[in-house]
Nanobody, 117 residues
Framework: VQLQASGGGLVQPGGSLRLSCAAS????????VGWFRQAPGKRRELVSC?????AVKGRFAISRDNAKNSVYLAMNSLKPEDTAVYYC??????????????????WGQGTLVTVSS
């Protein structure tokens, strides 16, 4: 199983980024997939999540493409406090989202988002 997160980078405040999470060895469709982030010295937190029925929640828009076995995070109006490493994760034990990182079974390697002028 492998989740590959990509799309991070440096963006100015107010800007936008689109993160991608491509999976192999596991099917994202029908399962809960979350985007988490972790800033230096802070705990990992859930940013947005899409559940097995494609219900979504969170600050940024999350979407899924089952044909590509991928999930995306569209981030707009970015602020310096959004600077963090962003991780995607899939939860296989239940189809609903959960805000606790230990409830997710497989993780991507993380992609760094830096919001700075």
């Amino acid at each position: 199983v492998q989740l590959q997160a990509s799309g991070g980078g440096l963006v100015q405040p107010g800007g936008s980024l689109r993160l991608s999470c491509a999976a192999s060895g596991v099917t994202l469709g029908g399962n809960a997939v979350g985007w988490f982030r972790q800033a230096p010295g802070k705990r990992r937190e859930l940013v947005s999540c899409i559940d097995g029925a494609d219900a979504v929640k969170g600050r940024f828009a999350i979407s899924r493409d089952n044909a590509k076995n991928s999930v995306y995070l569209a981030m707009n109006s970015l602020k310096p406090e959004d600077t963090a490493v962003y991780y995607c994760a899939v939860r296989l034990r239940a189809m609903h989202c959960n805000s606790y990182s230990w409830e997710y079974d497989y993780w991507g390697q993380g992609t760094l988002v830096t919001v700075s002028s």
